[in-house]
């Protein structure tokens, strides 16, 4: 990789990332040359495209059709949602940039789906905490048209170079001193298929690395989600919020061989219903809302009837609708369930809870701006208050494009303020060696993994919760020598990541003694809002105010 200085290093290529990186990449408002354009390094720690936006079915939630909808009920369902917890201003400010993002994701080429071929009415669905239909979606594949349309428009822009293998190991600081903030000035890089490291410096770093639900067993994320930008961010001593609240998608396929398949949410919008295995339906007893409550209520009432009835899963029917109207608005869950087998036109879908979205992060401001100067956050990675202690359905794309946007404003009004430090402290790897021992970060991988679904899952107990924080302990010892002692690769810094972000959530977990959105614990089985109606706000050893 060449090392010269950037103006923007974007880790992540999902929404986010590219959002950000097309923002960026335009001439600035007081730019009137276009050698002044800002160079963008753009990493991907896999293929380009790979990513949670890739595989994101749902759509994006905002107020399209004022006649029936209004930004005001949006603001409510929301913090209806957050259990509480929504910051009023960060909800605020993405629900009134929802359309203007919409727009400019339309004139980036992003189709959505119309009321029928001859409209020029976009369709649109509703769900979980949505009181109106206001979801914009690209049939059942979101993520996949969003990701593909804007990651053409990168291909084509000059001033963005793509990295695909390449994977942050850690921020690069300058120190803080009396008279100056700590100030993020590079990264440093492992090219994944050499394992080389190299030190890269740039003026401003963005963190677009999603989410960490590859901390659990079972989740609907692919291999990448392993909470890489939040470790990070935490060692460099940025503080973490919310790292409790971690939400279950209700409804992934249960099949053998399906690996993190979901099935979106748009289908009970439409109707679909949760039954048991013998076809009664449950969802009337946990809330009037039924199949169309929150997450964490749906997935707790699957959870709750698993375990009553000692099922490895439930069935999701939507049978009731025709085969044509299934085929043409849900076209890749239909042939996915089919090739296993599943024709869910005439049959229901066998579901099962798994993790889905990290409601907490790096705290930043409405700009992304984080603790440290020049160190950005956007996307799953950050906590900006918008989803309290609950995500609310399709908010999740939306908050990738707002504050993608923001962050890419705010940044290039700075840059001509900043200069690339001007040597770095070079990756040393001299006094390590190669390892036969793979088994132990495979073991270790397998076994955290295993316990924060069974100890630190839908529901969870205070004893539970410490064995969980007593095995996390000799977990992080025997990954840190490990790390010490041999050159690294992408495998054991996903792990050394993973255990940071697992002992952040049992943490977190820990100090919330009440049941509030997606934390729900045996022992405190009801929320206490003298006590806990505020954030979780853990604060690293090397925080600098």
């Given amino acids: ?274 039954k048991l295995l013998d076809g009664t339906p449950f969802m009337h007893k946990f809330d009037e809302r039924e199949e169309l409550a929150p997450r964490d209520i749906v997935a707790q009432a699957i959870d709750f009837e698993m375990k009553r009835t000692g099922s490895d899963y439930v069935h999701l029917d939507i049978t009731h609708k025709s085969p044509a109207f299934i085929k043409d608005h849900f076209p890749t869950i239909y042939q996915r369930c089919l090739s296993f087998g599943i024709d869910i036109t005439q049959e229901p879908i066998p579901v099962v809870p798994a993790a889905h979205y990290t409601c907490g992060g790096i705290i930043t401001d409405l700009d992304g701006k984080t603790d440290i100067s020049n160190l950005y956050a956007i996307g799953e990675t950050a906590f900006t208050g918008l989803h309290g202690a609950n995500r609310m359905a399709s908010n999740s794309l939306l908050e990738c494009l707002v504050f993608g946007k923001a962050a890419a404003e705010k940044i290039k009004s700075e840059l001509q303020h900043f200069i690339c430090e001007p040597l770095l402290p070079p990756w040393d790897d001299s006094r390590v060696t190669g390892s036969e021992e793979g088994v132990v970060v495979t073991h270790n991988w397998d076994e955290l993994r295993r316990f924060m679904w069974n100890y630190v899952g839908i529901v969870r107990k205070n004893k539970r919760l410490l064995f969980a924080k007593q095995r996390i302990k000799l977990l992080q010892g025997e990954i840190d020598d490990y790390y010490r002692q041999y050159l690294i690769n992408s495998d054991l810094i996903e792990l050394r990541n993973l255990v940071t ?41 090397n925080f600098t105010s």
Avoid at 93 to 115: L, M, P, R, Y
Avoid at 512 to 527: I, N, V, W
């Fill in 1 to 274: 990789m060449n090392t010269e200085c950037y103006d923007v290093i974007i880790v992540g290529t999902g929404a986010a990332g590219l959002t950000v990186a097309l923002e960026l990449a335009q001439q600035s408002p007081n730019s009137t040359r276009s050698e002044n354009l800002p160079t963008i390094a753009l990493i991907s720690k896999g293929p380009i495209h790979e990513g949670s936006t890739l595989y994101a079915q749902g759509g994006i939630a905002a107020v399209l059709d004022e006649d029936n909808d209004s930004i005001d009920s949006h603001v409510k369902d929301t913090l209806n949602a957050g259990a509480g917890l929504c910051h009023q201003e960060s909800v605020q400010f993405a629900i009134e940039h929802a359309k203007e993002s919409i727009n400019w994701v339309i004139d980036k080429g992003v189709q959505f789906s119309k009321e029928d071929n001859n409209s020029d009415n976009y369709h649109l669905t509703r769900e979980g905490g949505h009181s109106h239909r206001r979801v914009i979606h690209a049939a059942d594949a979101t993520g996949k048209a969003l990701s593909e349309g804007l990651l053409a428009q990168v291909k084509k822009t000059a001033n963005i170079t793509l990295f695909e293998h390449h994977m942050a190991v850690d921020l690069i600081l300058s120190p803080a001193s009396s008279d100056s903030e700590k100030q993020c000035v590079g990264i440093y890089l492992l090219n994944t298929e050499t394992n080389q490291v190299d030190e890269v410096p740039a003026k401003f770093t963005i963190l677009a690395t999603g989410g960490a639900s590859k901390v659990y067993l079972y989740t609907s994320n692919p291999d990448s989600s392993t909470g890489d930008g939040i470790a990070m961010a935490w060692r460099a001593g940025c503080r973490i919020a919310n790292m409790e609240f971690n939400q279950f998608h209700p409804t992934c396929l249960y099949h053998p061989k399906a690996k993190s398949f979901l099935i979106s949410e748009a289908l009970r919008g439409e109707g679909a219903k949760l």
């Fill in 501 to 541: 972000v697992a002992e952040l959530i049992i943490n977190s977990a820990m100090s919330r003694k009440e049941s509030r959105g997606l934390h729900y614990t045996l022992d405190y089985p009801f929320a206490d809002d003298k006590k806990y109606l505020k954030d979780t706000i853990l604060v690293p050893r």
